[in-house]
């Protein structure tokens, strides 16, 4: 008579498999909301002015590096490897690790003017109009441009221009400006009494 003996792993591989998708859906879902967080900064940075007496790139960057000299080196599996290899992955890790803490922290200054506002004020001040855009890709840039001055941060909001010629227009934009005690969000701004946004 013949036994066979039942094996206790015989579901291993499945949930290995288990694992694996849910790990894979994890990894989906944070690269969707990495992707959100990159093209929402875009879209709104253009009308955001961060003014802080160390500049925001600066802060950003230092982060960074901290952060991914932490998570670097912290690791002890590459002590048994060979001295150059060991150093190639380590350096690499800590500009992955680096690269990608700057991109996730220095969209926050501008998320914090954007939606944590203490006050909001509408005010007339000077615009410049430009011949030649800000940057939209890599290698483009808008045909015309507008140079908004802020009262609050004496910076300048430069975006897209692409209506009726500037003479048409009034000297100066009502502008109307949410403001925190980093920055300013331009909400709109209104020329000749044509709103833009």
Aim: with cysteine; hydrophobic share 45%; aromatic share 18%.
């Amino acid at each position: 008579m013949k036994y066979e003996l039942k094996s206790w792993n015989i579901n291993i591989p499945y949930e290995d498999k288990r694992k694996r998708l849910i790990l894979k859906m994890i990894i989906f879902i944070l690269f969707g909301f990495f992707m959100l967080h990159v093209l929402f900064f875009i879209k709104i940075s253009q009308r955001i002015i961060v003014s802080l007496p160390i500049p925001d790139i600066l802060i950003s960057l230092v982060f960074a590096v901290f952060i991914a000299f932490i998570f670097s080196f912290r690791r002890k599996t590459l002590i048994n490897k060979p001295i150059k290899k060991r150093i190639m992955q380590y350096c690499n890790r800590f500009y992955s690790i680096a690269c990608l803490c700057f991109i996730i922290i220095f969209p926050l200054f501008d998320y914090y003017v954007y939606f944590f506002p203490k006050e909001t004020n509408t005010y007339l001040t000077h615009y410049e109009i430009t011949t030649s855009g800000p940057r939209i890709g890599r290698f483009s840039s808008c045909n015309k441009g507008i140079k908004i001055q802020d009262q609050y941060t004496s910076g300048i909001f430069f975006l897209c221009f692409n209506n009726r010629k500037h003479s048409d227009y009034n000297t100066q934009a009502l502008v109307t400006v949410q403001s925190n005690s980093i920055g300013s969000y331009l909400v709109n701004y209104d020329l000749s009494g044509l709103h833009q946004y």
